[in-house]
């Protein structure tokens, strides 16, 4: 851009592709011949401005359209309405690179540090800037290209006489999207079936997967106490109770694995690796068969599983909605499918006046200018000063196992430093000095004005973190209890212990950095933090030498569906009685279902223990009669005959007593299941919409 005989005076570049230029003109005659580059005309006519400085008004101008000059530049020759002299103001906005910020850092003693920031402006604008005040800023403000220059024509119909006039009106539209963009399309990501779906520890229906996590109150020598609760388990229950103890079940790590529920295991972590980092929305769609009982019911609960095994798997909450689907004789199985983000006008628009993340950190602005003029020849670049101060700041650790450079085991070296200057510092790389040398380099994220930063610039190993993750349910709310089938609201707890050790012989300040996603919420941390954009820096100060366990837990509410007689589900209970949710009438009830569940383990522990000592009775009996059928060829075995057979004999004895023992344990285990059947159908909950989630 070139005006004739007007230099330039001010140039500030934006980090949004345009600069500003500011030149001062005395005219003479009434016309100012300008050179625009053709690929810049259209920025320069929607920014133009021209002002008389005698009077501050805006001067109207002719713009000739010849189209003298080169193939690339359009000289414009702009005609003002007065032949006086007179002095103007000329400003406009044009195409212009985007200015790159990059720092020093330079640590001092007692908590400060000497901080430089410099912008790299490159004059790309086809003229010499002399003697020019260049400047550099940026903000919120868009910026766009605009066809002006263009001469545009409007086609329009030619009527007959023969032509219709009156013409229907066009469908209406609606606030509420009635005709919306429909090119949103769903898109499935995975279809399984229900005998995929791997149901938690304590689900109904579990028993078979997991026997070693349920007590099953409807034992095989309690068929006909099936009937007076209605958990029936199949046609043809009429066999006699017998005296026996089923054999032990294996652990589930033995049993068999069952392929549906594996090739559902490896759908799901294949899904799973694909949407924790996505945008989109994930839509789970529950479906069962309306010709059987409870359908939206299982429909529901199949879909909460789902939505509770993504959630393991790290997929913000906030991002997953559910939505049955029944009708008879439906297949029953869950689709996930995924959606963009909305693409029609009405709902972009209410998008953007409901805030599309409230909690996004705002958009900072910042402007510098060198104070002195300087030149800058076309073509070249320039290192504009943006601040030079000295400010808080010190050097600390920063453990960052969440970003793509962290690191699991070790905490970065870091410069911590506070903005001392009223604009944003913008992205850009770190150089950190210290004792006159060179010790490292990082890159910052933009820092408001008057906060800090934690910049990581060398990993020198010193503080040393071992990462442990686990997680838990709390029962923190009960919405349906129907013939021991609990459907409850659950707390589900991630926690993250760390184990700090500072290997230096001084005091370090570690940050730790964490983020908490939607729909989580942090329940447990370090007391001292400060938020960085999504995350959270955690402050913890380690002595010389000092290890330190340091907890951080964060929770997200669950639906679940728990069989009440699932050891699982009882310890879950207990801990919901011990809280402050419920009243105390329902605690009561709890308190008694507890107490049957305790008495019915304990008395299958003492059967356990009755029949491995029962087992070892017999194999010791088989020893010993083989022993004295071996003596009977031996004269000289008399003494040692007499010993075994009195062994023999007390053994028997021992049998006897146990095999008595072990029936009246199998009579009181009867009792007590009977009991615990009793107080489960009794078990209500009148206040289940009333009770609040536990905090």
């Known amino acids: 851009m070139n005006v004739a005989n007007v230099p330039l005076g001010r140039v500030v570049v934006y980090r949004n592709g345009v600069a ?7 005219v003479e005659g009434g016309l100012l011949t300008v050179t625009v ?82 912008a790299i402006v490159d004059n790309t604008s086809g003229e010499d800037w002399k003697g020019v005040v ?19 024509t409007v086609q329009r119909d030619t009527l007959h006489d023969q032509e219709q006039f009156a013409v229907a009106p066009p ?33 109904p229906g579990e028993k078979e997967n997991d026997p070693a996590s349920v007590i099953d109150i409807f034992g095989p020598d309690a068929v006909e106490t099936k009937a007076m609760t209605g958990n029936s388990r199949g046609a043809g229950g009429t066999k006699s109770p017998q005296p026996t103890t089923a054999a032990p079940s294996p652990p589930p790590s033995q049993q068999p694995a069952d392929p549906s529920v594996a090739a559902g295991d490896q759908k799901m972590k294949t899904i799973s690796n694909g949407l924790v980092h996505s945008d989109k929305t994930i839509v789970i769609e529950g479906y069962a068969d309306g010709n059987r009982d409870d359908a939206k019911s299982r429909a529901l609960d199949r879909a909460n599983i789902v939505r509770n095994q993504l959630i393991d798997q790290g997929v913000a909450p906030a991002r997953i909605q559910i939505v049955t689907h029944v009708e008879p004789n439906n297949p029953e199985h869950v689709r996930l499918v995924t959606k963009d983000a909305p693409t029609s006008k009405l709902d972009a628009a209410a998008k953007a006046a409901q805030g599309a ?21 076309k073509g070249a670049s320039a290192m504009v000063s943006m601040v030079r101060q000295q400010t808080d700041g010190e050097v600390v650790y920063l453990y960052d196992s969440e970003s793509e450079r962290g690191n699991d085991h070790f905490a970065f070296r870091a410069v911590r430093f506070r903005n001392p200057t009223d604009s944003t510092l913008e992205t850009g790389p770190v150089t950190v000095y210290g004792d006159e040398r060179f010790i490292g380099e990082g890159l910052t994220e933009p820092i408001p004005p008057k906060s800090s930063a934690v910049v990581p610039y060398a990993l020198d190993r010193q503080i040393v973190v071992d990462k442990t993750d686990s997680e838990d349910d709390k029962l923190s709310r009960l919405v349906t209890l129907e013939r021991g089938i609990l459907t409850a609201e659950v707390q589900h707890t991630r926690h993250q212990k ?45 002595k010389p030498n000092e290890t330190r366990d340091v907890d951080i837990a964060e929770a997200t509410p669950i639906q679940r569906t728990l069989d009440l007689t699932a050891n699982v589900t009882m310890d879950m209970m207990k801990l919901y009685v011990e809280s402050a949710v419920g009243t105390p009438e329902l605690k009561a009830q709890l308190e008694k279902v507890l107490g049957l569940h305790k008495q019915l383990i304990d008395l299958a522990a003492e059967q356990d223990s009755l029949a491995r000592r029962l087992g070892d009775y017999r194999e010791r009996m088989d020893e010993l009669h083989d022993q004295i059928f071996t003596l009977t060829a031996v004269k000289t075995g008399g003494d040692l005959m007499t010993h075994l057979k009195d062994k023999m004999k007390d053994i028997s004895e021992r049998v006897q007593k146990a095999t008595i023992a072990k029936v009246d344990g199998e009579e009181k285990i009867m009792v007590a299941r009977v009991k615990l059947q009793d107080a489960i159908a009794e078990l209500a909950l009148p206040d289940a919409t009333q009770l609040t989630m536990q905090k």
């Open 20 to 26: 500003f230029y500011e030149r001062h003109a005395t």
């Open 37 to 118: 580059p053709r690929d810049r005309v259209d920025d320069f006519l929607k920014s133009l401005t021209v002002v008389d400085v005698a009077t501050n008004k805006a001067l109207p101008i002719a713009i000739p359209r010849q189209e003298a000059g080169d193939s690339t530049n359009l000289v414009m020759n702009l005609q003002l309405p007065t032949k006086a002299k007179t002095e103007v103001v000329l400003t406009y906005v044009t195409e212009s690179p985007s200015w790159k910020p990059t720092y020093r850092v330079a640590v001092g003693a007692k908590g400060k540090v000497m901080l430089e920031g410099w």
């Open 134 to 152: 260049v400047g550099v800023g940026s903000s919120s403000a868009l910026s766009f290209k605009y066809d002006l220059w263009s001469v545009r």
């Open 171 to 203: 469908t209406g539209v609606t606030p509420y999207g009635g005709n919306a963009d429909r090119t949103q399309e769903a898109q499935q990501v995975a279809d399984l079936d229900d005998s995929e779906i791997r149901r938690p520890a304590g689900h």
């Open 357 to 377: 993340d409230p909690d996004a950190p705002p958009v900072g602005e910042s402007h510098f200018a060198n104070p002195m003029p300087m030149t800058v020849e």
């Open 498 to 542: 760390l184990t700090l050790t500072n290997r230096l012989p001084q005091v370090a300040k570690v940050y730790i950095r964490h983020t908490v996603q939607k729909g989580w919420s942090l329940i447990a941390s370090p007391p001292q933090f400060e938020r960085v954009g999504d995350a959270h820096l955690f402050e913890v100060d380690l």
